[in-house]
């Protein structure tokens, strides 16, 4: 081992003597040793992207992330494809952006950029192929924009580099929308600016007007700094203060109470009262209250935004790496990437193991088994010949098949499931959120408080009855209300995601406080979502043989007992031969062995009968082990369980929830994986396909269950996912059930959807802390104003003293996961 | 007449201009990201002779 490879080790790795590669730094396999190697690499995908970057000179990098890694993980691997869809027309038409001067620009997504090196080194990409004039990276949302000249360059050239490099780009869809949402948050940093310029002078003034209350000011000062405070306050109320009272209409027009509404009367009131008073050259005015009111609550809003912004941003992400091209197969029969959006009723797509079928098709030639789980629920692999029908969105599992195209986009099953996704989410009553549920409440005891006042003090006073109503409500304005929820939102989202939990709005977390009913999708989601060796009955010494015979195969079953093989040592099997459907044999140690379906192997001893029984009981798949002609072992194949899966849904119960399974896998297999979980059998719902979905959730809806939670993966649960009051796509899950959830679990398993409920309830409870800390104050605004003794300076005390403490508490409290 | 008549509406424009740089700098887009540039200052710059061979 050379001594570089020592020194990265060493530093890298947690033992120094195994060789470690000298791009990832992860070990290498021993079969990989290059003995009289300087550098050593645990794969080819390592090498090349090692190469390429010795090539260009950037060996700094290394140097780089050494100083600079965080730790977050190691450097991406390339994937080696070509990227020619990314030169289509149809992809262009999409993705492609033109700019003066002739060049052409783009937005990609790239796997695997999390440090300042990565900056870096992608940063350089215009050295590395000439005709790049610019690329800008965004470490936080790993979206690089690229610039090029298109006479000297094709994106698909530049695609390759930045993949050579280890950073696989995906194009970044709905370039428009992302736009749109810049210019709105560049619009709320203006609005904050000004506001918070216009609250800082104000309090100047107000600072002045204050001492000179205690200690004397010439009245001519004192009418100049109420009129500068004047202008300034007029001014925050008709430039960012515009906000609330334009959401204040709104909710008058549509006659749904939100919190606009209380804070545009408390802010006219303020302006209303300041004015006369200023005029009038006598009384309180408030524009010191009123400007810092109006700076603190877009804040706690822009605050929530931008969390929120970036947990939709991540889920974004995460739906842009679902492939989106195909391989066509042209008159001369050789194949090329194309974009799936290109492909026309009548081409012919090749299809090769593990790829996603583009569109909706015949097979033509070639079969392989398909793992249509995201359409149907079924967890056990369909096989396909030629004639056979194979849809969009699933997946090629072991061998390579020719399709001729029937239907693309939107015509196809996944298309037409998305419309009635869309059709699902516009029937989804909004969720209103807890504080504009409070709103209307709020105005009216506000207001009916102000005309008590005005009442009690009229026939007293009447010059001091108007002041003291409209001061109260000036004080009553929810300024700490406003921040209750952004805030504790804030808080909670931001530390969600940090957990893997990506919530895409605040409401969510409202609506999972309270317990009813959650769904749960099986497949991928109870379950692994993939065949697995569920029991092995019989010899034990036969799996490592098995385990031999298969592990060149690619078949789902061969893959599963490779795998519950692990790493055991076997000898190599020769002589290996396939029967197609049946199974396969071979020669381990010069003995014979077979691994098949029951009627593949000719030897039945009892003790078969019985093992088949109990697995055919389980809904599982039995596969015979025969070593030399005689049946020693079986392993009984199914979608195994996921192993928190039965403590999560047991916290889940004793949380309150009503937990069902709502498949579209066999009935039988729904009912024998419920069994397992300790599920009664009427809450195992099978068969179902995505409309029965979407039924049951509008049942559950109907009968009033109350929150009704839909957990899923697969483009069958989409529409469900986006009629239930909250869904939550589960790890993995497909490009459509993202886009329709609510929610997304980074982690597999159930024990993230457990931890979300959990952390939704705290988080409620802060909210809630938050209210009662607001009211509090208001309560004592009300009274002192009621009482006749409430003056600017005392509002000007007590509002920022409520929103500190909402403040506080927010980020004080425990939400998801402890303390970050 | 008192010298706070004129240094006050001052104080005002040049809070004023201090607000304009900023809502410049905003519509520009110069606080879209807030984290990459301070990953992309980390590495210094090229040496003088990796410069010159590339």
């Known amino acids: ?820 | 007449m008192s010298v706070i008549y004129l240094v006050l509406p001052l104080a005002i424009v040049l809070a004023s201009l201090g607000v304009w740089a900023f809502i410049r700098a905003a519509r520009q887009g110069q606080f879209d990201d807030l984290e990459t540039p301070a990953a992309r200052m980390l590495p210094d710059d090229d040496p003088p002779e990796r410069a010159a061979r590339s």
Request: net charge neutral.
């Open chain 1, 1 to 820: 081992m050379s001594v570089a490879t020592a020194e990265r080790g060493s530093a890298l790795s947690a033992s120094a003597s195994v060789p470690v590669c000298a791009h990832c730094a992860l070990p290498v396999p021993p079969g990989l040793l290059e003995p009289e190697s300087e550098r050593q690499f645990c794969c080819e995908a390592c090498r090349t992207v090692y190469g390429v970057i010795h090539g260009c000179g950037l060996e700094r990098y290394y140097a780089l992330r050494e100083s600079l890694a965080d730790g977050a993980g190691g450097p991406a691997r390339s994937t080696g494809a070509g990227y020619e869809e990314f030169d289509d027309e149809a992809f262009a038409l999409a993705f492609v952006r033109e700019h003066e001067g002739g060049l052409l620009s783009a937005e990609l997504f790239l796997e695997g950029v999390h440090c300042a090196a990565c900056v870096w080194l992608v940063e350089r990409l215009p050295r590395l192929v000439p005709g790049v004039a610019e690329a800008r990276l965004d470490l936080g949302r790993s979206l690089v924009r690229v610039s090029w000249d298109p006479a000297r360059v094709r994106l698909s050239e530049i695609a390759r580099a930045l993949d050579r490099l280890g950073y696989a780009p995906h194009p970044a869809r709905d370039a428009r929308a992302r736009e749109a949402a810049r210019r709105e948050d560049r619009r709320f940093l203006v609005r904050i600016a000004v506001a918070g310029a216009i609250a800082g002078n104000c309090m100047l003034l107000a600072l002045a007007l204050y001492s000179g209350m205690v200690s004397g000011i010439e009245a001519e000062f004192r009418q100049f700094f109420r009129w500068i405070s004047l202008g300034l306050g007029l001014l925050s109320l008709a430039w960012p203060g515009r906000v609330f009272f334009r959401g204040a209409i709104a909710s008058l027009v549509a006659r749904a109470p939100r919190l606009d509404l209380p804070i545009a009367i408390g802010l006219a009131a303020a302006g209303v009262v300041g004015t006369v008073n200023v005029l009038r050259g006598a009384g309180d005015v408030y524009f010191d209250a009123l400007t810092v009111l109006v700076f603190l609550l877009l804040s706690g809003r822009w605050l929530q935004h931008r969390q929120q912004r970036s947990a939709a941003d991540a889920v974004e992400l995460l739906y842009s790496l679902a492939p989106a091209w195909a391989r066509l197969v042209g008159p001369d029969g050789a194949s090329r990437r194309v974009s799936a959006a290109s492909l026309r009723p009548g081409d012919t797509v090749e299809v090769r193991a593990e790829e996603t079928i583009p569109a909706d098709g015949v097979v033509e030639s070639g079969r392989t088994e398909i793992d249509a789980s995201v359409l149907t629920g079924e967890s056990r692999p369909v096989a396909v010949v030629p004639g056979d029908r194979v849809h969009a969105a699933t997946v090629s599992l072991s061998g390579r098949v020719l399709v001729r195209v029937q239907a693309t986009g939107a015509e196809t099953r996944v298309g037409r499931l998305m419309a009635g996704v869309e059709d699902a989410a516009r029937r989804r009553a909004p969720i209103v959120a807890l504080t504009d549920r409070i709103a209307g409440w709020f105005v009216l005891v506000v207001t009916t408080l102000a005309a008590i006042t005005f009442l009690l003090w009229v026939r007293h006073d009447p010059a001091r009855a108007m002041e003291s109503a409209l001061a109260l409500l000036i004080v009553t304005c929810p300024c700490a209300l406003g921040l209750a929820t952004p805030l504790a939102i804030t808080a909670a989202v931001g530390r969600a995601s940090r957990r893997g939990i990506l919530v895409k709005g605040g409401a969510v977390l409202e609506r999972l406080a309270r317990p009813g009913v959650m769904l749960l999708d099986k497949t991928g989601t109870v379950t692994q979502g993939r065949l697995g060796v569920v029991r092995w009955e019989g010899d034990a010494s036969a799996l490592p043989l098995a385990a031999a015979v298969e592990r060149d195969s690619s078949h789902p079953v061969a893959r599963a007992i490779v795998a519950f093989a692990g790493d055991a040592r076997a000898p190599s099997a020769t002589d290996v031969s396939q029967a197609l459907g049946a199974g396969v044999r071979g020669t381990v140690d010069g003995r014979l062995v077979e691994v098949g379906s029951v009627a593949f192997i000719a030897d039945r001893p009892p003790w078969l009968d019985d093992a088949v029984a109990r697995a055919t009981a389980d809904a599982l798949s039995p596969v015979v082990v025969a070593v030399d002609g005689r049946a020693v072992a079986l392993a009984a194949l199914g979608d195994p369980i996921r192993e928190d899966a039965r403590a999560s849904i047991e916290s889940l119960r004793a949380d309150g929830w009503r937990v069902r399974l709502l498949s579209g896998d066999h009935p039988e297999v729904v009912r024998a994986v419920g069994r397992s979980l300790g599920l009664d059998e009427r809450d195992c719902i099978g068969g179902a396909t995505p409309e029965e979905k979407l039924r049951v959730v509008e049942r559950e809806l109907a009968c009033g269950a109350g929150t009704v939670v839909m957990v899923g993966d697969g483009v069958n649960d989409a529409a469900a996912l986006a009629r239930a009051t909250v869904g939550v796509a589960v790890s993995g899950g497909a490009e459509a059930s993202l886009s329709a959830a609510d929610a997304y679990l980074r982690t597999p398993g159930l024990a993230p959807i457990v931890e979300l409920c959990r952390g939704s309830r705290r988080t409620v409870g802060v909210i809630r802390r938050n209210l009662v800390a607001s009211f509090a104050y208001n309560a004592v605004a009300v009274a002192l104003c009621m009482a006749g003794l409430i003056s600017s300076l005392l509002a000007a005390v007590l509002m920022p003293l409520s929103s500190l403490t909402v403040v506080f508490l927010s980020y004080r409290s425990r939400t998801f996961g402890g303390r970050a």
